[in-house]
């Protein structure tokens, strides 16, 4: 049963039983300096009880806010980028990071079908440039029109693969802050609760309240600048069906991309039920259907390459300009905690 109860506390009945506990130990400690008649005692205990006091009070307006202040922010996303068609029950549970994932995953979907594109294109084109190479023997021979497809597509890939790496960062660091980003919160309350942690404590207070929703919502803001462009790329307006299963089953692996103009690139795989000889036998006859393909080619290089425009400001600029707002809360708010950063140091070396 302890262990049950245990499991279902939210970092927000943690946080205020760690400033209530704070109250009472500072009661006790006052109740214990009358006792011993310890006049020194006495005025410190009670100084830690109005202390202790304004962190229960602290900590319930903390609650009360993040609480009004998610459900403004999924009322802002909902008829901002739904047009006001999520239910109430999405709405519930749903949470600024979780738009945020939602957002950016079709950018990483897309990624990983333009690197399907072009491991298809290298195929063809690396095979028919290594018999150029071996029939003409120079590679000068190769360089008009098959070292421009070879060149973009090796740039590409290494781009797309370092965006893709970019995204299961932020993915990983947004979902850790859903789930376990405040119960630092409660941390803090404690070590604010202690004298010389007390101004480390504050800080770590309001960097949690900083990194769990001004960092996202911040991004969402000024997401909502640049939704023009996106839309310009033809994904289209944001699914209310795919949101609503993200929020009740979470991401999935392998999704959809939603660039219109990709989906008429149908590029095919060569056949491998003949052996690599019939392979490479089957691109030599159709060398001349590559350079008939070059606008295809010209098509897909070029709408990658557009596409990293976006990627770029999606999981580059804006999240830069995101974690400087959050920095600039976390400064500006943390006195507002009773935390400034000498205070800090001071309480370290008292620790120590």
């Not at 070590?191 to 007390?198: E, N, Y």
């Not at 830069?320 to 935390?339: D, E, K, M, R």
Request: charged share 10%; aromatic share 14%.
């Amino acid at each position: 049963m302890m262990v049950d109860f245990a499991l279902n506390l939210t970092w927000e009945i943690l946080a205020i039983l760690a400033a209530f506990a704070s109250v009472l130990v500072a009661i006790l400690v006052y109740m214990a300096s009358k006792f011993f008649g310890s006049g020194q005692l006495e005025t410190q205990a009670k100084g830690e009880m109005v202390f202790a006091a304004s962190t229960l009070v602290l900590v319930l307006f903390v609650i009360g806010v993040l609480v009004v202040a998610d459900g403004l922010a999924m009322e802002y996303i909902n008829f901002v980028f739904f047009n006001g068609n999520l239910d109430s029950a999405t709405l519930e549970h749903a949470t600024v990071s979780d738009f945020v994932v939602f957002y950016i995953q079709n950018s990483k979907d897309c990624s990983v079908s333009f690197l399907n594109k072009m491991y298809i294109m290298d195929i063809y084109v690396q095979a028919v440039q290594s018999i150029i190479m071996e029939v003409m023997m120079s590679e000068l021979a190769t360089g008009f029109f098959m070292n421009i497809f070879t060149e973009r597509i090796t740039n590409l890939t290494s781009i797309l693969t370092f965006y893709i790496i970019i995204y299961y960062v932020l993915f990983e660091i947004l979902m850790f802050l859903k789930y376990f980003g405040m119960y630092f919160f409660t941390f803090g309350v404690v070590l604010r609760a202690l004298p010389p942690t007390r101004g480390a404590g504050a800080f770590i207070m309001a960097l949690c309240i900083g990194l769990y929703f001004v960092f996202p919502l911040s991004y969402v803001l000024m997401t909502n600048v640049f939704l023009e462009h996106y839309s310009s790329l033809g994904l289209g307006s944001l699914s209310v069906g795919s949101f609503v299963q993200f929020v009740s089953t979470g991401p999935t692996l392998a999704g959809e991309c939603k660039i219109q103009s990709l989906q008429d690139f149908n590029l095919q795989l060569p056949s491998s039920t003949a052996g690599a000889f019939d392979i490479t036998k089957a691109v030599f006859e159709n060398s001349l259907n590559v350079k008939a393909n070059e606008n295809i080619f010209s098509d897909i290089l070029d709408s990658a390459f557009a596409f990293l425009d976006m990627l770029t400001m999606q999981l580059c600029l804006l999240p830069f300009l995101a974690i400087t707002v959050t920095l600039s809360f976390v400064l500006s708010s943390s006195a507002l905690f009773g935390a400034t950063i000498p205070e800090i140091g001071r309480g370290l070396v008292k620790l120590i």
